[in-house]
């Protein structure tokens, strides 16, 4: 349920790299902790939405290239590894 609610919050709000908000704002305006709404985004962009990210924060890409820059960030991050860690 709370992704829904993310979803359309970005949609609404934060369309485009030039009005991402910061987590921290976005926490605030949905009621909800850091922790869930990192799972939420993440339960989105599986799904397909383009939840998009950047230093500046969230938002909903409005073009493929912002999209597809947050696609590249996010793969140069570690991966936790299960059996390792």
């Known amino acids: 349920m709370n992704k829904d609610l993310v979803r359309a919050y970005l949609h609404a709000q934060c369309r485009g790299k030039g009005k991402a908000l910061p987590s921290q704002a976005l926490e605030q305006a949905l009621n909800l ?3 869930s709404l990192r799972k939420q985004v993440n339960r989105l962009r ?3 939405v383009p ?3 950047c230093k ?3 938002f909903y890409a409005e073009t493929a290239g912002e999209f597809y820059a947050t696609i ?3 793969k140069k991050m570690p991966v936790f ?3 390792t860690g």
């Open 33 to 35: 902790s850091g922790n």
């Open 46 to 48: 599986r799904e397909g």
């Open 51 to 53: 939840i998009a990210s």
């Open 56 to 58: 500046r924060g969230y």
């Open 72 to 74: 590249r960030e996010l």
């Open 81 to 83: 590894d299960r059996h």
